[in-house]
């Protein structure tokens, strides 16, 4: 019998991150290393994306592979697709996205709400705006290791009531993995990864430990943040910032107005990486595998043949 995607396990060795170890004190700040401007372009059918990691100036910065900021009002969206090779990581801030797959998981995704999804040797699925508004969120690619590329899908999804939050001296955070002010997420990630939702009211500054071994960035949502030194200017929305090492990241919000940010880092998987549009494998042959898989229905994309989203059926899928 086929289990439902929803209760299917990546692997039983996995186990929730042990962030006990590290330090509650940053005595290393991590400098500002690069910042850029994601400007809006167009992604899926009539959707707009500020892509900061993905695009020609920025094509991996490992694992990460993608991370765009989406806005999307119907009729638009991302009909029918497949993954394979990742993890997709939806959050979302405005409104509400109606997620199908081809397995028959379905739901909505709302404000606040988080969808992490393993995407591994198989996913085809659609995600679209619900008909009213526009839809804001996050979309973040997340590389898989080697061994667990093929591995099964899965999905890790919190309602807003169910993602954590923790509140100290002006600063919120919102625990989408890994901890935070004493509070964790129980989002298990495969990559060693941490996902942070901070706001910082006027003045508020906060000293965030992150594990020394990780990559990290910071993308501004809301208001101007000054990051790394505090005589470095200030960063403001839609400006994704790379953090340089160090072990902990500083931020600070010297503005009048509040301060939103996240912040993610993730442990280098150094590893090749050959990327053919939704697939991510390791090597040439893996991508033809992969588009010989999904163009017959097989390892993993049999229930593609017979399948087509109701969300979709617009656009003629
Ligand atoms: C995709 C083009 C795409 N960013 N943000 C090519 F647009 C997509 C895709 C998305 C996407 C979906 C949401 Cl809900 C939010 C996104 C890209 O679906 F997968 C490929 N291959
Ligand atoms: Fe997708």
């Known amino acids: 019998m086929q289990e439902s995607i929803k209760s299917q396990k990546i692997h039983s060795v996995i186990q929730t991150q042990d962030f006990s170890e590290m330090s509650n004190v940053v005595r290393q700040p991590r400098p500002l290393l690069r910042k850029l401007h994601a400007r809006p372009q167009q992604e899926g059918v009539g959707a707009t994306v500020r892509r900061s990691i993905g695009r020609s100036e920025l094509k991996y910065f490992d694992p990460f592979l993608v991370l765009d900021e989406f806005s999307v009002t119907a009729p638009a969206g991302f009909p029918d697709h497949p993954h394979r090779g990742f993890e997709t990581v939806t959050y979302m801030l405005q409104g509400a ?78 625990v989408i993995a890994g901890e935070a002010l004493g509070v964790q997420s129980p989002i298990y990630t495969v990559t060693p990864t941490m996902y942070l939702d901070f706001t910082l009211n006027p003045g508020a500054r906060i000293r965030q430990p992150i594990p020394y071994s990780f990559n990290a960035f910071v993308y501004v949502l809301e208001g101007d943040g000054v990051f790394g030194s505090s005589r470095s200017s200030p960063v403001s929305a839609h400006n994704l910032v790379l953090l340089g090492s160090g072990d902990g990241l500083d931020a600070w919000n010297k503005s009048t107005r509040s301060l939103r940010f996240i912040l993610v880092g993730g442990e280098p998987l150094e590893e090749p990486v050959v990327q053919y549009g939704p697939f991510v ?37």
């Open 97 to 174: 996205v109606i997620h199908e797959d081809f397995e028959g998981h379905e739901g909505i995704i709302e404000a606040g709400d988080l969808q992490w999804m393993t995407a591994g040797r198989g996913i085809v699925h659609s995600e679209m705006p619900v008909p009213e508004g526009t839809q804001k969120g996050l979309q973040l690619w997340i590389n898989l290791p080697s061994t667990y590329k093929m591995t099964e899908p899965r999905y890790q999804e919190l309602s807003k009531e169910d993602v954590s939050e923790a509140t100290k001296d002006g600063v919120m955070v919102r």
């Open 281 to 317: 494998m390791n090597t040439q042959e893996q991508i033809d595998e992969a588009i010989e898989d999904f163009e017959n229905y097989t390892n993993g994309f049999e229930k593609a043949r017979y399948w087509s989203s109701k969300s979709s059926s617009g656009f003629g899928h």
